[in-house]
């Protein structure tokens, strides 16, 4: 168990709709990153958040969203979904924003738009 | 652009034998490289980290290597067990940017 927490395990909507992926860092983490992993896709970076503030940002489609809140935990919104969303979403921390900090990955959301 | 590429894409072995992933890299200045360790629909864990100056760092039944010169890495796994059936992936650190640099990773099946 590595610390970082995500709900739902797995979701299922419809196209056109909107989710919201939640994720709970480690305790004390202040960074936190999203990640989209397709079907025998490697990981491809969304987002990362440091101490509340946007730190960098990847491939992440403007259909996307994310905000990390006071009390450290972040949520991933994905709207207007696409077939080509169905994915596992991992969430993963850090303890600072520096560049090589080994990222505890949570269990991942597993999406899947029908 | 910075670039990490990982070989084989995908292996089958038997278990009790060893086997060597290969990693090489484009990543410009270099920070660390980790190998991360991806059950199926699971999240990746670090297996070893390594620095500039480190060339062998091994943990338990993995060995990872690193030539600075040649931007070559490689994990060798000893013993192969059924549970190491994963993905391997490879991620180098940048010193000019915050996200490190992720290969596709290299899909290990042992077969008992």
């Known amino acids: 168990d590595s610390g970082v927490t995500q709900t739902p395990k797995h979701l299922i909507t419809a196209t056109g709709q909107r989710v919201t992926l939640r994720c709970s860092p480690r305790s004390g983490d202040l960074s936190v990153y999203w990640y989209q992993q397709s079907l025998d896709q490697g990981l491809q970076f969304l987002i990362q958040y440091y101490n509340g503030e946007e730190r960098a940002k990847g491939n992440i489609l403007e259909r996307f969203s994310a905000q990390q809140f006071p009390d450290l935990h972040s949520e991933l919104n994905l709207s207007s979904l696409e077939l080509g969303d169905s994915a596992l979403y991992f969430c993963?921390?850090?303890?600072?924003?520096?560049?090589?900090?080994?990222?505890?990955f949570g269990p991942g959301t597993r999406l899947t738009v029908l | 652009k910075n670039q990490v590429e990982q070989s084989p894409q995908s292996l089958i072995i038997l278990e009790g034998k060893n086997c060597t992933l290969q990693?090489?890299?484009?990543?410009?200045?270099?920070?660390?490289l980790r190998w991360y360790k991806q059950d199926t629909g699971r999240g990746p864990v670090s297996l070893t980290i390594?620095?500039?100056?480190?060339n062998t760092k091994s943990n338990g039944r993995y060995t990872a290597t690193l030539d600075a010169d040649t931007k070559q890495s490689s994990l060798h796994i000893t013993a192969s067990q059924l549970s190491d059936s994963a993905s391997y992936i490879c991620v180098v650190a940048s010193g000019g940017s915050y996200i490190p640099t992720f290969g596709r990773g290299t899909s290990l099946i042992v077969h008992p």
């Open positions: 390594m620095t500039f100056s480190e």
């Open positions: 990693c090489n890299y484009t990543v410009s200045p270099f920070s660390n």
């Open positions: 993963a921390s850090s303890a600072r924003d520096r560049v090589g900090n080994e990222q505890f």
